[in-house]
C-alpha cells in the first residue's frame, strides 16, 4: 500500500485495445471483469481514425453494464464541439452513473491526423476557456444566458442535470496549461512526465489557483503511466512507446517517461505519490495481447498500491 497526505490512492486501467473479430463482446467482456476485479476506473482516448470504441460511447455502454466501475475520457477534445450538447451528454451520464463519469479534457488532439477533426472559429485556448466556462454553467446552473466572444445562449437549459455538478478534470503539461488548470478546472490528469515534473504541475496548479480565489480538491491531481510489459512484444511495444514519448516530449529522455514491466510502473506510482499525486491512469504501451492476463496482473501487481 502507498499512503499519501493527500487523499486515497487509486489506479485505473486505459484502453487496452480489442481484437478485431468481435470487439463488442470482447469489449463488454472486458467492462464485466474490470467490475468483477474492482478495478477503480476505465479510461477511453477520444481517438476517432484508431480502432477502438468511441469513448463517449463506450462510456456510455460501460456505465450501463456495471455499477462500481468509474468511467472516464482521457481526453476529450473541447474546441471543435458543442458545449451545449455535450454538457446535456455529460449531464444524463452523471444523473445515470452517479459519481462515475469522469469527464477530462484537452486542447487538441495528440495525433496530428486528427487535429483537422476539430475545427474552432478562433484561437484553440480562447475557445478551450470559453467552452469550459460555458459548459460548468450548463451543468450547474438552471439557466444560463451567455453571449461570449464564440457562443450565444439565452436562457439556456439542460435537464436532467445531476443532484452534484460533474468535477471537469483537464489534461496538459505546459506552463500555460498547467495555470489553466488552476484558473478554470476541478482536477488535472498528465501524461509524459517524470514524478520530478508532476510534483512540480502540482505547485504551478495550487499557486494558480490561490491566484484565483479557487482551490482543487487535495486529491484531485493524477497522471497517465505507460507501461512496457514483457511478454507482449516487448522489443516493439518499447520501440513504440519510446518513440511516442518523444514525439510529445522532444525535451526530455524518453526512458524516464515510460516504465518498464510491472516493478517500472509500481516505482513510477510510487514517486508520483510523493510529489502529491493520488490518481493513476495505467495504459499498455501497445494492445494487450492478453487483456485477461492484463488485467490479472495489474490487480496482483498495482491492487496493493491503493490505499484508502
Known amino acids: 500500500?502507498?499512503?499519501?497526505?493527500?487523499?486515497?490512492?487509486?489506479?485505473?486501467?486505459?484502453?487496452?485495445?480489442?481484437?478485431?473479430?468481435?470487439?463488442?463482446?470482447?469489449?463488454?467482456?472486458?467492462?464485466?471483469?474490470?467490475?468483477?476485479?474492482?478495478?477503480?476506473?476505465?479510461?477511453?482516448?477520444?481517438?476517432?481514425?484508431?480502432?477502438?470504441?468511441?469513448?463517449?460511447?463506450?462510456?456510455?455502454?460501460?456505465?450501463?453494464?456495471?455499477?462500481?466501475?468509474?468511467?472516464?475520457?482521457?481526453?476529450?477534445?473541447?474546441?471543435?464541439?458543442?458545449?451545449?450538447?455535450?454538457?446535456?451528454?455529460?449531464?444524463?451520464?452523471?444523473?445515470?452513473?452517479?459519481?462515475?463519469?469522469?469527464?477530462?479534457?484537452?486542447?487538441?488532439?495528440a495525433t496530428p491526423s486528427e487535429r483537422q477533426l476539430f475545427p474552432v472559429p478562433g484561437t484553440r485556448a480562447a475557445v478551450f476557456e470559453e467552452s469550459l466556462v460555458?459548459?460548468?454553467?450548463?451543468?450547474?446552473?438552471?439557466?444560463?444566458?451567455?453571449?461570449g466572444e464564440f457562443f450565444t445562449l439565452d436562457d439556456a437549459t439542460v435537464a436532467p442535470r445531476p443532484a452534484r455538478p460533474l468535477d471537469l478534470w483537464l489534461g496538459g503539461?505546459?506552463?500555460?496549461?498547467?495555470?489553466?488548470?488552476?484558473?478554470?478546472?476541478?482536477?488535472?490528469?498528465?501524461?509524459?512526465?517524470?514524478?520530478?515534473?508532476?510534483?512540480?504541475?502540482?505547485?504551478?496548479?495550487?499557486?494558480a489557483a490561490r491566484d484565483a480565489g479557487r482551490a482543487i480538491d487535495d486529491d484531485h491531481y493524477g497522471t497517465n503511466v505507460t507501461v512496457v510489459l514483457p511478454g507482449d512484444g516487448s522489443g516493439a511495444a518499447a520501440d513504440h512507446a519510446l518513440h511516442r514519448a518523444a514525439q510529445q516530449r522532444p525535451d526530455a529522455d524518453p526512458e524516464q517517461l515510460v516504465a518498464r514491466g510491472w516493478d517500472g510502473a509500481a516505482e513510477q506510482i510510487r514517486r508520483h505519490v510523493e510529489g502529491g499525486l493520488t490518481k493513476f491512469v495505467v495504459r499498455p504501451a501497445a494492445p494487450a495481447r492478453d487483456w485477461a492476463r492484463f488485467l490479472d496482473e495489474f490487480v496482483a501487481e498495482l491492487g496493493p498500491l491503493e490505499s484508502d
Open 1 to 109: 500500500m502507498v499512503t499519501s497526505p493527500h487523499g486515497k490512492v487509486r489506479i485505473g486501467v486505459g484502453s487496452v485495445g480489442l481484437r478485431a473479430t468481435d470487439p463488442g463482446s470482447e469489449f463488454d467482456e472486458f467492462v464485466d471483469a474490470l467490475e468483477r476485479a474492482r478495478i477503480d476506473s476505465l479510461w477511453l482516448p477520444d481517438l476517432v481514425s484508431a480502432p477502438g470504441v468511441d469513448a463517449l460511447v463506450g462510456t456510455t455502454w460501460a456505465a450501463a453494464r456495471t455499477r462500481t466501475l468509474k468511467v472516464g475520457t482521457g481526453v476529450t477534445i473541447l474546441p471543435g464541439r458543442n458545449p451545449m450538447l455535450l454538457a446535456a451528454e455529460l449531464a444524463s451520464l452523471a444523473v445515470l452513473a452517479p459519481k462515475r463519469i469522469l469527464p477530462a479534457f484537452g486542447i487538441r488532439a
Open 134 to 147: 460555458v459548459l460548468r454553467r450548463l451543468l450547474s446552473e438552471e439557466s444560463v444566458t451567455h453571449h
Open 173 to 207: 503539461r505546459a506552463e500555460v496549461g498547467l495555470r489553466r488548470v488552476g484558473r478554470l478546472a476541478d482536477g488535472w490528469l498528465g501524461s509524459f512526465l517524470t514524478p520530478d515534473e508532476s510534483a512540480r504541475a502540482r505547485t504551478v496548479i495550487e499557486a
